[in-house]
Structure formats: C-alpha cells, structure tokens
C-alpha cells in the first residue's frame, strides 16, 4: 500500500496561497489516480481534485480556477497550489491515491465510488481567516 504525507498547511488571510504537497512512497504508476480530499470536523470529506499520469485534472466547482493539482517530474511529489482562498476552504486536506481500475476520477471524487480503495495520508491543516 503506498505511504502518503501531506505537508505545507497554514494559516492565511482571505484572498493568500498555499501550496500543499504530498510526498508518495514509489513512484506515480499509471495505473493509479491521486487526488485531494477536504474535510469539516462534523461534515463528510469533500472531493477537492485529482490528476493521473498522463496530467488529465478534474476539480470540485468550488475550486475550479482558484486551485491547481500537479505532480513533479519524478511522479513521487502530488502537489495542490491553492490561491485567493476562502474562508470557507479552512479544513484539514488529505492526499489519496487509488487505482483506476476501481474508480474514474470523478466516481472516486464525486460519488464515493471505490473509496475502499484508497491509501490515504495523515492530512494537512489549512486555515482561512477572513
């Protein structure tokens, strides 16, 4: 199972950037998607946006040209580049990888499919103040 960790948390004004990262144990198979996740304490994780090998990136409507995933050259580095955020961006944001056999990156996003799938990390912590 590949080992996740998230780093680049913070707090930060209304309208900064973050940039997250997510360093992976191996490398970026093709047979696999990545992606982020966020989460409310007391509501249901939330699909933020995901990427596969080849660079194809969906993203949640809430984020869509404020946020953008990418992954370095080696493809061991996930990385999501968050600018003129939010108050409501605050929550704790995991990294997650799973196969794409299981689920396309909407499914897994979007429609909880293949979630049993998934190796995530220990989460991020991000916070916007208004």
């Known amino acids: 199972q590949e080992q996740l960790v998230e780093s680049g948390g913070g707090s930060v004004e209304a309208g900064g950037s973050l940039t997250l990262s997510c360093a992976a144990s191996k490398y970026f198979h093709s047979a696999y998607y990545r992606g982020w996740f966020r989460q409310v304490p007391g509501l249901e994780r939330e699909g933020v946006a995901a990427?596969?090998?080849?660079?194809?990136?969906t993203y949640a409507d809430s984020v869509k040209g404020r946020f953008t995933i990418s992954q370095d050259n080696a493809k061991t580095t996930l990385y999501l580049q968050m600018n003129n955020l939010k108050p409501e961006d605050t929550a704790m944001y995991y990294c997650v990888a799973w196969p794409r056999d299981m689920a396309s990156m909407s499914g897994f996003l979007f429609r909880n499919e293949g979630r049993l799938w998934g190796s995530w990390g220990q989460g991020t912590q991000v916070t916007v103040s208004s």
């Open positions: 990427i596969g090998s080849d660079g194809d990136a």
